[in-house]
């Protein structure tokens, strides 16, 4: 078991259970699934052969195959051609999703340049919450090669929570770095 499952079996279940209010233990909020995306058109235009180097750099970072997405239909506004590759992604579940999780609450969102802390507004209004990364290079998997075949990332963190206020109680629980209110209410007003 890892640390981030040990810790909400021992620590975070109980305590969600009484501030929730919640009778049956198979009702507290838990994540289920970690989904990871990635947008990688732009740079298989510019550099065809980059999609091995990508495929890699997506399996050192999560620890799992990746999965080639292709256009459904051609797009001329974007030069989308039907069956163009047009993104990576992938599904963390039970110990590697932890594993993820651990490695992207206490590493990579320390290493993001001028970070202040994730947004409370990336909920769905369902408990789920997205969030993204500007560039791979902060995971430390990629090492220096990376530079060259650089991509942002979409992570989305499925729960099962009711509504927002469940999932932020939830993710705050497991160490979520959120942003206060003032430093999200400075950024808006830029």
Request: aromatic share 8%; charged share 25%; with cysteine.
């Amino acid at each position: 078991m890892t640390r981030l499952q040990e810790l909400y079996n021992k620590q975070i279940l109980p305590a969600l259970k009484t501030e929730l209010k919640i009778d049956n233990i198979q009702a507290v909020p838990r994540i289920q699934k970690i989904v990871i995306n990635a947008g990688i058109g732009r740079i298989l235009q510019q550099n065809p052969k980059a999609l091995d180097a990508l495929v890699e750099t997506m399996r050192k970072i999560t620890g799992q195959q990746p999965v080639i997405t292709k256009a459904s239909k051609a797009i001329a506004g974007f030069k989308i051609r039907q069956g163009q590759t047009v993104g990576l992604t992938v599904t963390l579940r039970q110990k590697r999703m932890y594993d993820f999780l651990d490695k992207f609450i206490n590493v990579v969102m320390p290493r993001t340049r001028d970070f202040r802390g994730l947004s409370p507004k990336g909920f769905d209004g369902r408990g789920n919450y997205n969030c993204g990364v500007k560039e791979v290079l902060v995971f430390p998997e990629t090492g220096e090669g990376a530079g060259e075949t650089s991509f942002g990332l979409e992570v989305t963190i499925v729960t099962t929570a009711k509504n927002n206020e469940e999932g932020f109680q939830l993710l705050k629980k497991f160490g979520f770095p959120f942003a206060t209110e003032e430093v999200t209410a400075r950024k808006a007003a830029k």
